[in-house]
């Protein structure tokens, strides 16, 4: 298994995640044990995270462009992309560069706005943290809208345990600082957003207000009942959401 992803099913539809600030690829299975045999999915660590290195000048852009030489080395010709919180704003610079109109469509969880994202001077300081376990468990139930059974727990605990401290600094100070927005008119394909009023880690309000407004060929739907961490908290219905968009 190749240390940059991790792939299930073998269907004739492709596709490509992008996981959470905090999180790794591990954050999809879910999802994909939801999701048609139609489909393979690949999930992808985004460096920095779940063990994958460290890129040696960190973007918006050059996490796109690691992501896109990924994909294209895998053979991958047409795909649908998801990104989830921080993937989100990074899969909306993938798509701005995808000039040979791979994506067939953008879905969004909940994600980074692509503009400057604001965080109270408390909440940095909390995601700057590196955490203990301890610290860890009580992070990952601030974000959930009830807590998560034990497995996807340790999940989500030792994703935040396995970042770096290097890609943490980078992501709180520049990345979630670094505006995209004159990379969108360069987006061709349609794209979903999804996101809930429960969300206290990026609100339903902030996706309303600054990013939908921002983004061409656009629908929003509302999710009634997660927190933050959609893939580990409502991952049926995450796939089914994705298959409606693919057939749509």
């Known amino acids: 298994m190749d240390p940059k992803f991790i792939k299930w099913g073998n269907g004739k539809n492709m ?5 959470y600030f905090g999180g790794n690829a591990n954050s999809w299975q879910w999802v994909a044990k939801n999701i048609s045999p139609e489909f393979t999915c690949i999930a992808i660590h985004l460096p920095g995270f779940g063990n994958n290195e ?11 462009l690691n992501i896109k030489a990924l994909i ?5 010709r047409k795909y649908s992309l998801i990104g989830h919180s921080m993937g989100g704003k990074i899969a909306l ?5 995808d000039t040979k109109k791979t ?4 879905i969004l969880i909940s994600p980074s706005p692509p503009g400057i994202e604001s965080f109270s001077p408390e909440k940095k300081l909390l995601l700057l ?34 970042t770096t401290e290097f890609v943490r600094h980078w992501w709180v100070n520049k990345g979630s600082q670094q505006s995209i927005i004159n990379q969108l008119k ?5 794209i979903t957003v999804l996101s809930s009023k429960k969300d206290k880690a990026i609100d339903f309000s902030i996706i309303k207000n600054k990013v939908i407004p921002l983004l061409k060929r656009r629908k929003l739907i509302e999710i009634k009942i997660s927190g933050h961490l959609y893939p580990l908290e409502i991952p049926g219905i995450i796939a089914i959401q994705i298959e409606n968009v693919f057939y749509s």
């Open 103 to 106: 994506i067939k469509n953008l």
């Open 129 to 162: 943290r590196v955490p203990s376990k301890k610290i860890a468990i009580e992070f990952v139930n601030s974000l959930t809208a009830k807590p998560l059974r034990k497995i996807k727990l340790e999940n989500a605990i030792n994703a935040q345990l396995t």
């Open 54 to 64: 460290l890129l040696v000048a960190p973007s918006i852009f050059n996490f796109a």
């Open 186 to 190: 360069k987006i061709k394909c349609p």
């Open 72 to 76: 294209n080395k895998m053979g991958i």
């Open 93 to 97: 610079q993938l798509a701005a560069v």
């Open 15 to 19: 596709l490509i995640f992008l996981h």
